[in-house]
């Protein structure tokens, strides 16, 4: 059985800092590249960031640059370090594989960039 748990959001100033958290159970880790996703109120969900097994990353427009994944595969973990955040970086964030299984979401993980 997969279980995704996100962890490390919180309410941050503009300009501020946090780094998210996913730990990972069940054999996908190995098997799949994971990425990190968030939706916003009204929007639908998309993929911000993205990484291999390997270690090679991507990331969407409007996160590059601020945004770093990485990921410990002796702990099952992935992370998303977030630098220079926005208003409109404020969503909940969610990890999963990409491309993603519908059944894999977890709760995530409430961003709110706000002064």
């Known amino acids: 059985q997969v279980q995704l748990v996100e962890s490390g959001g919180g309410l941050v100033q503009p300009g501020g800092s946090l780094r998210l958290s996913c730990a990972a159970s069940?054999?996908?880790?190995?098997?799949?590249?994971m990425g990190w996703y968030r939706q916003a109120p009204g929007k639908q969900r998309e993929l911000v960031a993205t990484?291999?097994?390997?270690?090679?990353?991507k990331y969407a427009d409007s996160v590059k640059g601020r945004f770093t994944i990485s990921r410990d595969n002796a702990k099952n973990t992935i992370y998303l370090r977030m630098n220079m955040l926005r208003p409109e970086d404020t969503a909940v964030y969610y990890c999963n594989t990409d491309p993603f299984f519908s059944g894999y979401w977890g709760q995530g993980t409430q961003v709110t960039v706000s002064s």
């Open positions: 990484i291999t097994f390997g270690g090679s990353s």
């Open positions: 069940g054999t996908i880790f190995s098997s799949y590249a």
